[in-house]
């Protein structure tokens, strides 16, 4: 049985930092990609980040440069480590095993003054 978990949103001001983790379990995790995903108030999910199995990542435009997506592979967990936040970066966050319809409950992240 697949489970995700993820951890770590809350309320930030703009231009600060948080780090999100999402803990899985039922998965072969070293062999696979995953994704973290957002999705805002009346949006659709869009992907944020994702990492392969080799540790190589890719990012949204939006996000480039001030996002960091990683992985441990001996606790079955990634991150997702966000600085320089905006406003727009409001959503509820989640991972996702890639192109898989497995999802976990998220995490909110608001940023706002």
């Known amino acids: 049985q697949v489970r995700l978990v993820e951890s770590g949103g809350g309320l930030v001001q703009p231009g600060g930092s948080l780090r999100l983790s999402c803990a899985t379990s039922?998965?072969?995790?070293?062999?696979?990609?995953m994704g973290w995903y957002r999705q805002a108030p009346g949006k659709q999910r869009e992907l944020v980040a994702r990492?392969?199995?080799?540790?190589?990542?890719n990012y949204a435009d939006s996000v480039k440069g001030r996002f960091t997506m990683s992985r441990d592979n001996a606790k079955n967990m990634v991150y997702l480590q966000m600085n320089s936040l905006k406003p727009e970066d409001t959503a509820v966050y989640y991972c996702?095993?890639?192109?898989?319809?497995?999802w976990g409950q998220g995490t909110q992240v608001t940023v706002s003054s």
């Open positions: 990492i392969s199995s080799s540790g190589s990542t």
């Open positions: 039922g998965l072969l995790f070293s062999d696979i990609t």
């Open positions: 996702n095993p890639w192109l898989t319809a497995y």
